[in-house]
């Protein structure tokens, strides 16, 4: 099983949508979790850090849920500017301080 | 210091031989990472440093790669014996520890490795 897993995608959605990604992780001593974005041939960028109460940044919603080992992030209202990756990301604190990414999935918003 | 810089940002090189990359993290991060990443794959794990020290390397970082924070600023990443498997993107990223907690990571731009 991977250390983090992600549905690949791509979701292909229209402008206005809402649209919802899961990410799974491995380690039940994973501390941290954030989600990223990425744009074609572009360095990752933090998108919005993952809390155990759940926390929104505008029209993006990230949730945690520790018992069942799974992410979420939402983004509501979909702008075209949102196609990019989005990649999930936990830092384990087994032991050693590793940042594991996932493989991403895809979003295309269309017109 | 304005964030995480990569060089070279493109190299290519020929199977076989050898090619060294460096980066430089944000100044007051003690964190860094490397990264692999290839064409629809998230960024793979290769090693991290706290400070000067390397503690952990992932299991993809054969004898041929070799990474060094001598001074626990900058850091090179070293592949000897290059082959067509290793052309990827290699991103370097820092973030700071503390008894705080830890900050996001942040990315330099990458170096993109061919190798013909």
């Known amino acids: 099983r991977k250390e983090v897993e992600q549905d690949p995608g791509p979701f292909n959605v229209p402008e206005g949508a809402t649209v919802a990604f899961n990410c799974t992780y491995s380690?039940?001593?994973?501390?941290?979790f954030f989600w990223y974005r990425q744009d074609c041939r572009k360095e990752p960028k933090l998108l919005m850090s993952?809390?155990?109460s759940g926390n929104e940044d505008g029209r993006f919603t990230a949730q945690l849920n520790r018992a069942s080992q799974y992410i979420s992030l939402l983004i509501r209202d979909s702008k075209l500017s949102d196609s990019a990756t989005y990649l999930c990301?936990?830092?384990?604190?087994?032991?050693?301080?590793?940042?594991?990414f996932g493989a991403g999935t895809r979003l295309f918003v269309k017109a | 210091d304005t964030g995480v810089s990569q060089n070279p940002r493109h190299k290519i090189t020929k199977r076989g031989q050898n090619v060294t990359f460096r980066c430089d993290p944000i100044?007051?991060?003690?964190?860094l990472y490397w990264y692999r990443q290839t064409l629809g794959q998230g960024p793979e794990f290769l090693t991290y440093?706290?400070?000067?020290?390397?503690?952990?390397k992932s299991r993809l970082l054969s004898d041929r790669f070799s990474a060094e924070r001598p001074k626990g600023s900058f850091s090179t990443l070293e592949i000897q014996r290059t082959e067509q498997g290793d052309s990827a993107m290699y991103l370097c990223?820092?973030?700071?520890?503390?008894?705080?907690?830890?900050?996001?990571?942040?990315f330099g731009q990458g170096t993109r490795l061919t190798v013909v």
């Open positions: 990223a820092s973030s700071h520890d503390s008894q705080k907690g830890q900050t996001e990571a942040f």
């Open positions: 380690n039940s001593a994973s501390q941290s």
């Open positions: 993952v809390y155990s």
């Open positions: 990301v936990v830092i384990e604190g087994t032991g050693g301080f590793k940042t594991i």
């Open positions: 100044s007051e991060h003690n964190r």
């Open positions: 440093f706290q400070n000067e020290a390397q503690l952990e």
